[in-house]
């Protein structure tokens, strides 16, 4: 596994335009929930995930926003994993009940 260059972080960024850089090593994401649970489920598919890939995000439940960050900290930044992720994440989304 390696650190993405700063191009492969900036085509992630367009594939993923919800998402943004955050100190150059962290991708991140709010979504918004109409309801409390429904976040809450949310999160709960994601940690699922998660625990399946054994790499995990920085989830941040404020009533009806979580926040995700992602990053591959053993690696110090971005990686393939985190843009895999994400895009998983945002799967998972386009299918919650919001």
């Not at 260059?5 to 991140?28: C, G, M, T, Y």
């Not at 439940?61 to 992602?70: E, G, L, M, Q, Y």
Request: no cysteine.
């Amino acid at each position: 596994m390696e650190l993405l260059s700063n191009e492969a972080i900036q085509d992630a960024l367009n594939r993923f335009p919800e998402w943004e850089l955050v100190d150059e090593k962290w991708l991140q994401r709010k979504y918004s929930f109409r309801k409390y649970l429904h976040g809450v489920a949310f999160v709960h598919q994601m940690a699922v995930h998660a625990q399946e890939r054994k790499h995990h995000p920085h989830i941040v439940i404020d009533h009806t926003a979580i926040t995700v960050s992602i990053s591959t900290l053993d690696m110090g930044g971005l990686t393939n994993v985190d843009v895999e992720m994400v895009e998983h994440f945002d799967n998972l989304f386009e299918q919650a009940e919001k």
